[in-house]
């Protein structure tokens, strides 16, 4: 390597370093800034493209982020945080693409079948598309082996409320209100179960 290329690979790092500085501090935009200097340097480093798609998912430019994501998997097709991440992206509410998201957990999945966490997030994709009681196996599956998640807890019980068993979901929101009294999730499901079941047991 000659002298220019060390310099351009040391000035790459040195801005990737102060992004990553600035992103700990929780000033992405200056963050970003500094990762779009080093990937101009090195258009193909997966790590500061990888970087700068956190800062843009963490200030909710999830569009943005799923693009650099995408480039990174073109590069790497199997970077776990990086499926992860884009998963999570395509399934908030702004973007609600589930279907793809769903893709993202599965491969994600591929390459680590006991990872709780992403069991857990395909479930709520698979909630999101109807197909519920493949959720509450994910569910399911989770709570086998932490049976104090709550937040597991309460999207078995909003699955098992889209499935019209109403008492069963309620049981699960009572499980949570009980460690967390504050739920709002709990809290308004409960509610709309309660409500539901009213409306059931009328008609």
């Known amino acids: 390597m000659d002298k220019t290329s060390r310099n351009l690979s040391y000035d790459a790092k040195s801005f990737h370093n102060d992004g990553l500085g600035f992103q700990q501090l929780g000033r992405q935009e200056e963050a970003i800034s500094c990762f779009d200097k080093a990937i101009e340097i090195d258009l193909h480093n997966a ?34 945080a990086t499926l992860i991440n884009k998963g999570l992206c395509l399934s908030t509410p702004s973007i609600n693409r589930q279907e793809e998201a769903l893709l993202c957990f599965e491969e994600a999945l591929g390459i680590d079948p006991d990872d709780l966490g992403v069991l857990s997030l395909k479930g709520y994709s698979l909630d999101s598309l109807g197909r519920h009681r493949e959720a509450i196996r994910c569910f399911d599956k989770v709570l086998e082996q932490q049976p104090d998640e709550l937040n597991v807890s309460v999207n078995k019980g909003l699955a098992l409320f889209h499935l019209g068993k109403y008492d069963e979901a309620i049981a699960y929101f009572d499980k949570v209100l009980e460690y967390e009294p504050d739920n709002l999730f709990a809290l308004e499901w409960k509610k709309d179960a309660l409500k539901a079941r009213e409306k059931d047991f009328v008609s």
């Open 47 to 80: 790590e500061f493209l990888y970087d700068k798609a956190v800062s843009l998912q963490i200030i909710l430019r999830f569009d943005e982020a799923i693009k650099y994501y995408d480039m990174i998997l073109k590069i790497e097709p199997d970077i776990f």
